[in-house]
């Protein structure tokens, strides 16, 4: 598996990529709507997408018919700082996007296994097929919250999977309760981005190749996604 295989695009700097991602984003939403007269929106937390979600946020959309979920969150309060969708909402969901319904992970269960039905029942019209999906990746080649060595990631990872959302406890990660799309809700979306940044995770992609899913989980999205899936890459 090679750089072209992938669809990678190797930007100059973040900013640049990060432009690019907004309007990918925003072009593939608009298109949506204009077909189906709405739109599903899907985002990763991290460092990585926050200046794409700033750029994003400003994008002329009807934003109104664009419903804006989670790729996963970690099962944190709403506003702690951990929280992806106190990021969503901070950096994206202002200027022109304030418009557009949220759909939390997130509720007000103490654990994340006894929040999948009700998530599921939520998400699920939404993850027929994402309209566009915002991935990103760990050093560890997790991406989502599938984690390497998760007790349930062959769970997660099944491709015909009949849920949406999935618990996850990952005692390696920071914080290790997690909800998480699945991987068939992930590889059933009509476009997908993997952001990424960095030298050390440009050499996970271009070692994929010889990577199990079960141990770099992000092969996972790659392989079911295909042409689907575009990769940008800054230093």
């Known amino acids: 598996m090679n750089a072209a295989a992938l669809h990678l695009t190797a930007f100059r700097d973040r900013e640049e990529a ?19 007269a709405a739109a599903s929106l899907m985002l990763s937390g991290g460092s990585s997408p926050v200046r794409m979600f700033e750029l994003l946020s400003s994008e002329r959309l009807d934003w109104a018919k664009v419903t804006v979920g989670l790729v996963d ?12 969708e106190r990021l969503v909402r901070t950096r994206l969901l202002n200027n022109a996007a304030e418009r557009a319904p949220f759909l939390p992970m997130k509720t ?39 984690f390497p060595g998760a007790a349930n ?17 990952a005692p390696q990660a920071r914080v290790p309760l997690r909800i998480t799309l699945t991987g068939s809700a992930v590889i059933r979306a009509n476009r997908a981005l993997l952001l990424v940044f960095g030298a050390e995770k440009r050499s996970i992609l271009e070692r994929m190749a010889d990577a199990d899913p079960m141990n ?18 800054a230093p």
């Open 18 to 36: 990060s432009v690019a991602a907004a309007r990918l984003a925003g072009d593939t939403l608009s298109a949506e709507i204009s077909r189906r």
């Open 73 to 84: 969150e970690r099962w944190v309060a709403p506003d702690h700082p951990d929280s992806n």
């Open 108 to 146: 007000g269960h103490a654990l994340p296994s006894q929040a999948v039905a009700d998530r599921n029942a939520a998400y699920a019209r939404h993850c027929t097929s994402v309209s566009f999906l915002l991935l990103g990746m760990g050093t560890d080649g997790h991406t989502a919250s599938w």
């Open 153 to 169: 990631l062959a769970e997660i990872l099944c491709a015909d999977g009949a849920h949406c959302v999935a618990a996850v406890d």
């Open 216 to 233: 770099c989980p992000v092969r996972f999205a790659v392989d079911g996604l295909g042409d689907r899936l575009s990769v940008f890459w």
